[in-house]
């Protein structure tokens, strides 16, 4: 039998099978933010104890990904940048034209977690 240790406790194959049962069940729970992932769906505490994405933009085909969440009547927001790589000089510049409408994109980021948090 396959055992692994887990915070101080072994973990066999049943017990790992069932606790990914609860994770993904806990994730696929239905809540009442449409763009909510469910990862922040914890079957180890209370559901109202959950965290919640009430909202997940992207900015710049997903470099830029936004997320504003409700974790007991608590919004916060979370940003990250992704990607990295080599840049032609057009790129550059491709980018620049790009990034110009980041400000309002971030505007409108603190605009949905002014009105979620009113």
Not at 3 to 30: C, F, I, Y
Not at 41 to 52: A, F, L, N, R
Not at 72 to 85: A, C, K, Q, R, V
Request: a negative charge; one cysteine or more; aromatic letters at 10%.
């Amino acid at each position: 039998m396959n055992t692994v240790a887990n915070v101080g406790t072994n973990m066999n194959d049943a017990s790992r099978t069932e606790n990914e049962k609860l994770w993904t069940a806990a994730q696929n729970t239905p809540c009442k933010y449409p763009e909510c992932t469910g990862d922040g769906h914890e079957y180890i505490v209370p559901e109202s104890d959950w965290s919640h994405e009430a909202v997940n933009a992207s900015f710049d085909g997903g470099i830029v990904l936004g997320s504003i969440s409700d974790r007991l009547g608590i919004f916060t927001g979370d940003i990250s940048f992704e990607g990295s790589g080599e840049m032609t000089a057009a790129e550059f510049r491709e980018a620049a034209d790009t990034y110009e409408a980041f400000p309002a994109w971030l505007r409108t980021m603190a605009d949905r977690l002014d009105a979620l948090a009113a």
